[in-house]
């Protein structure tokens, strides 16, 4: 986490503003000085203000988001018209962080038929909307079988532990999404787990850790074991906005697949108007 430097001799160094029109884009720049899409000439000069550690003010509608390196997609972290406050610090690599302007454009989709007999795997599926010329991300296959053993339900909870997936040791750099559960107890033990979503990607079953919460420093000795046999196989397991293109006017844009199956997906607009806007970049 960057903080603010002190000391009589250190100089204020002047701000970045970055305009962006809806569905633009712009990677928070590194140390090194690179502006990638926003600049035809990579480097900057000596002497820029890039120094990758940075306080952010968002302006009225953009949003941080992060690279999740797992899944390839953008995770919102926050936005400004979140309760969050207006500025925050934070630290780029120069691909790890980016701020986007989603006004009137795609966020996401809702799988309502996944298809059938598709090639298990990452953008095995190609996605085309019918406006906006936003771009996407698909993965096919490799969803848990939302059927979890309570292998040992432990003894002395006074909350239900908290469930983490971590995937299998083979995942190697193929892109994939990790499970979420919960799980409920019964006099100290765990006696129920509820799959809220099965994941995607995985070539093989993750393992679950039970973790305590913070307050309970009596419970322990859960053993939950995800079933081997994966589920999805040939279907559409999770989409994602990974460019937004232009502003789409109000209208959710159709998607189309090839192959096309009988995949369909409800694309999730954000219905704010079209609005520029600014993001300020106070080097630190």
Do not use: H
Not at 32 to 55: C, D, E, R, V
Not at 247 to 268: E, K, N, R
């Amino acid at each position: 986490m960057p903080f603010n430097k002190l000391g009589t001799t250190q100089a204020l160094l002047p701000p970045l503003p970055v305009a962006l029109n809806s569905g633009e884009t712009f990677n928070v720049p590194s140390q090194n000085g690179y502006l990638g899409q926003f600049s035809s000439y990579s480097p900057i000069q000596t002497g820029s203000t890039m120094t990758g550690q940075y306080i952010v003010s968002l302006g009225a509608v953009c949003e941080l988001q992060i690279k999740n390196s797992s899944s390839q997609q953008w995770n919102k972290v926050t936005n400004a018209l979140s309760t969050s406050a207006d500025a925050f610090c934070m630290s780029s690599d120069g691909t790890n962080y980016r701020v986007a302007n989603t006004t009137d454009v795609p966020t996401g989709g809702t799988i309502t038929n996944a298809g059938s007999g598709l090639t298990n795997g990452y953008n095995t599926v190609a996605v085309t909307p019918s406006v906006g010329g936003s771009t996407w991300n698909t993965i096919v296959g490799g969803a848990i079988n939302t059927t979890i053993t309570i292998t040992t339900a432990g003894t002395g909870y006074v909350a239900p532990p908290i469930l983490v997936f971590v995937p299998p040791q083979n995942q190697g750099s193929t892109p994939y999404v990790l499970p979420t559960a919960y799980c409920t107890i019964s006099g100290g033990a765990i006696n129920a787990v509820t799959v809220l979503s099965a994941g995607a990607g995985l070539v093989s079953a993750p393992t679950i850790q039970v973790i305590p919460q913070s307050f309970d420093t009596t419970g322990g000795g859960g053993v939950l074991t995800v079933n081997a046999t994966l589920a999805g196989s040939g279907t559409l397991t999770a989409i994602s906005v990974n460019t937004y293109g232009t502003a789409v006017g109000g209208a959710a844009p159709t998607l189309t697949f090839v192959p096309a199956s009988t995949i369909a997906v409800t694309a999730l607009t954000n219905t704010t108007t079209s609005t520029p806007d600014t993001v300020t970049f106070w080097p630190i």
